[in-house]
């Protein structure tokens, strides 16, 4: 299995503080690595050690089977990124943007500025120059940018913030093709859980500079627990059958209408238990803990979160 | 090289720079004349000492402004992080910049020197403020003197580069650029000049050159956030 980018022992510490402390990961060529997080937790930081733009205080980066040094220039042009929010000469226009970092990246293709801006949607808007921009506008062009020259990786630093929920479908799938058809590999970072669910197929926890962990997907989906919501008017009614008449006691009460059962059981042989003996049932869900359980019990398992 | 120096030049609209050199230019020569109307200059040499005063403060100021569009902006504005993401040598990137600031101001500085004072010539010949014949023993000394002028000038530019890096300030570039040019160059009467020790401007110049260095010294490993 071969490695696009690995980190032994990351380490960036500003004045005495570490931010981030001895992260190892890896991320496969091809995948999709999701950047999980909460807020302040380094993930914008690791981002920009990666791309060169700070220098570590310790530990190592190897991109492409070489390692980061402060004079490696060859591995930038084989990255696209977005990192924090994008920014742009604001005097150009979108094309004008875009010209330009092909002229810098070395890449000459006449319709791939045309392609790129098709591919993000953003059309109508020949000669705006990109300060009159939205927020919206802004990250798609930022997309665009990164992807322009279909690089070998790239690193997305919440790229669907500010798009509106037509804009977040279309870049999943845009994301998708890329990884699918181009093989591109990409590190992205969402606070969206959902999203990142639907596409990522690794994730890495980060919580106060340190990777807390990394682990497929599929693993997450193996282990989730399915379980059946239930609503009722009288949960302790229904605890009292569940445990007495059904012999289901695996069970949470999460407040005095909530209860969730995880043992298995038909959905018919509950309705019939609970309807003969005289309790609502207000809903009856099916689930399957989602990564935002997985994402909370890791944190909260670990330290409180910032 | 060549091809960074280029894109600089097509990312900033250098053009606006140029016409306003331009327009500089044609002001200082008019205001020249003007003055000669209310009260004649009486030599050549009044004349070539004004004019060599007001073309370098005037360019250190235009270079100054320069600095603060190609580099003190593009670092305030973050665009720099595009910019030290793309697969080129950032000291390169940085040198370019450099080049175009110096250049700029050598250029424009001699070239406003010659259209000056052969415009003003052309015009003393129906105005007659001067008297003086003009030899050309006295334009070839002239030449020499404005084009080291004009390259004390340009290196001399880079000074405020210390001034804006500090906190990304544009008013700050400026500013200092103002002030330091016309330190350097304020006339007591019309013959001295602190520019007329000639280890002044050349102290200066070899200042300015060694902030251009500073500034390009660490970029590779300074951490750009």
Redesign the interface.
């Given at each position: 299995m071969s490695y696009i980018l690995k980190t032994t022992q990351l380490t960036k510490s500003y004045k005495g503080l570490e931010v981030v402390s001895n992260v190892n990961m890896s991320i496969k060529k091809g995948e999709i690595y999701g950047f999980l997080g909460p807020n302040g937790a380094g993930k914008t930081t690791i981002m920009?050690l990666i791309?060169?733009?700070?220098?570590p205080t310790y530990g190592d980066i190897e991109i492409f089977g070489q390692k980061l040094t402060?004079?490696s220039?060859?591995?930038?042009?084989r990255?696209g990124?977005i990192?924090e929010y994008p920014?742009?000469?604001?005097?150009?226009s979108a094309r004008g943007n875009l010209e330009?970092h092909c002229?810098?990246?070395?890449y000459y293709n006449n319709k791939s500025i045309d392609e790129a801006l098709e591919l993000v949607n953003l059309r109508q808007i020949n000669q705006t120059k990109v300060k009159d921009f939205s927020l919206g506008m802004k990250q798609r062009l930022g997309i665009a940018r990164a992807i322009i020259t279909k690089p070998e990786l790239l690193i997305l630093d919440e790229p669907i913030n500010g798009l509106d929920p037509v804009g977040i479908k279309e870049i999943r799938d845009l994301f998708n093709m890329l990884s699918k058809e181009y093989g591109i590999t990409i590190l992205i970072s969402s606070h969206i859980l959902a999203e990142i669910e639907q596409i990522a197929d690794t994730i890495g926890v980060i919580n106060q500079g340190k990777l807390i962990k990394e682990v497929s997907m599929d693993e997450i989906r193996e282990n989730n627990t399915a379980y059946i919501e239930l609503v009722v008017n009288d949960t302790k009614k229904a605890a009292f059958i569940l445990s007495n008449k059904l012999n289901v006691n695996n069970i949470r009460v999460l407040d005095n209408h909530n209860i969730r059962i995880y043992d298995a059981i038909s959905q018919n042989d509950l309705t019939k238990a609970l309807v003969i003996n005289d309790v609502t049932i207000e809903s009856l869900h099916k689930k399957s803990s989602s990564l935002e359980d997985y994402f909370l019990s890791l944190l909260h398992g670990g330290d409180i979160s910032a | 090289m060549l091809?960074l120096t280029r894109?600089e030049l097509?990312?900033n609209?250098i053009g606006g720079n140029i016409g306003g050199a331009f327009i500089a230019i044609f002001i200082i020569l008019t205001l020249l004349t003007v003055v000669n109307f209310e009260e004649p200059l009486l030599s050549y040499k009044d004349i070539f000492s004004l004019t060599n005063v007001i073309t370098t403060v005037t360019f250190i100021i235009f270079a100054s402004v320069l600095l603060s569009k190609l580099i003190i902006d593009e670092f305030k504005?973050?665009?720099i992080?595009?910019?030290?993401?793309?697969?080129?040598?950032r000291k390169k990137v940085l040198i370019a910049k450099l080049i175009i600031v110096v250049a700029f101001t050598f250029i424009f500085s001699l070239l406003a020197k010659i259209i000056i004072i052969s415009g003003f010539s052309f015009i003393n010949q129906y105005t007659h403020f001067i008297q003086e014949e003009l030899t050309f023993e006295m334009i070839r000394n002239q030449f020499f003197i404005g084009i080291v002028n004009s390259l004390t000038a340009g290196c001399i530019s880079l000074i405020p580069l210390y001034f804006g890096m500090r906190k990304y300030s544009t008013p700050a570039t400026i500013v200092s650029a103002i002030i330091i040019s016309s330190i350097l160059n304020s006339q007591f009467g019309t013959e001295f000049t602190l520019s007329s020790i000639i280890y002044i401007p050349l102290a200066l110049s070899a200042l300015g050159v060694l902030i251009g260095f500073i500034s390009i010294r660490n970029i590779?490993?300074k951490?750009?956030?």
């Open positions: 920009r791309t060169n733009l700070i220098k402060p004079s220039y060859d591995q930038l042009g990255i990124s990192i920014v742009f000469y604001d005097k150009l330009l002229e810098y990246m070395g | 091809k894109l097509k990312k609209g504005s973050k665009t992080t595009v910019l030290f993401m793309y697969p080129v040598n590779e490993t951490d750009i956030v």
